[in-house]
């Protein structure tokens, strides 16, 4: 009697399951499963998962691994069912998937899987998603001090998206600054509604210069945007300073065609019944759904820089465009770190890169120098950190330009 106790002590009870097509194809994950639980895990084929989650025997599991590669792309109904079943039995899911096309990833998401890891699997990824699955709460409530943000529905807004034709030509500082300055401008009885969507769902950082943690809801609401509402919409917002409405990147990278043109659309049209003015982040690639973003856009932003990645970038998306026939006439450009007024030469270049390309460049913004940097940093808006700084002076110029063209039409309107 005492020693059956004590071999019935020494067994832990099982808290996880993998479950997959052969989990001897997925070494690494073995391994992680062993460092992260010991012996408290099992292993299940996707023809015995659905049974047995749906059993009591099931009660004790915390979550499930789903893994599997593209051999088992041709079973996703199977594997769906898996999801399904955990689910129902409130059993959180982690996908790990290898070489899986990400529209059978985006269906899986949508199923309901918590948590998606890549195979072969980085360190410690899977005890960090294992942690996050286990502690996050499916709706998280609004962080101390939040402000909730009320839908009415009832706007039209002006939607603004920024683009960076190269890396580090300050598209995400002026999406993020001049989404602040439009969230400041006064629009009569009440201040204008603005919200930044950070469309760069691989590398974001939109939360970082607001200082903003990243929501799992954020991509609960892009896999599945069919049943998006309002609520779920505003669920997925953070809001900074009492005015500004910010929708992150999701907490991990996902592939930018994991979304779909009518994704984005959905997204886009939610946000401008509900705001004056939806400033949005772009990656700096071009995907399907950029087209999408491209004609909802009332002026789209391109952000460049005095050399010759810029220029060649620009004569790419100026031919793919008009190869096309899409609204080339909509992009705006904007030079950052443009020379100085007193800066003759820099001035003439500035003439000279315009003319070679057949573009206006409308926007010239100066270099504001390492404060910038430093206030990006400490998560502020240049308005509450720099205000002085000579990019921030311009950037309030632009926001001020824009509101006022935007009351003028609404006046127009409503005449």
Known sequence: MNTTSAVQS??????????????????????????????????????????????????????????????????????????????????????IAEDVSPGALHQLLREGGDEFVPYPLPENELARAIERVLTIKDTPAPAEGETKFHATGDRSGVIIPVHGLAGGTGATMLAVNLAWELANMDAGDEPAKVCLLDFDFQFGTASTYLDLPRREAVLEMLTDTESMDVETFTQALLTYGDKLQVLTSPMDMIPLDMITPEDIRRVIELASVNFDYVVIDMPSTMVEWSQTALEMAHVYFATIELDMRSAQNTLRLKRALQTEDLPFEKIRFVLNRAPGFTDLNGKSRVKRLSESLGIAIEVLLPDGGKPVMQSADHGAPMAESIAKNPLRKEILKLAKSIHEVNLDDASEARA
């Open 10 to 95: 020494d067994t832990p009870p099982i808290v996880a399951c993998t479950i997959s097509r052969d989990v001897q194809n997925f070494d690494l994950l073995i391994e992680d499963m062993e460092a992260a639980l010991g012996d408290a895990w099992g292993d299940l084929s996707f023809d015995d998962a659905a049974t047995f989650l749906s059993q009591p025997e099931a009660s004790g599991l915390q979550f499930v691994t789903v893994a599997m590669d593209a051999e088992d792309e041709d079973n996703l109904p199977s594997i769906k069912e898996v999801i399904g079943a955990a689910k129902a039995s409130k059993i959180k899911v982690i996908l």
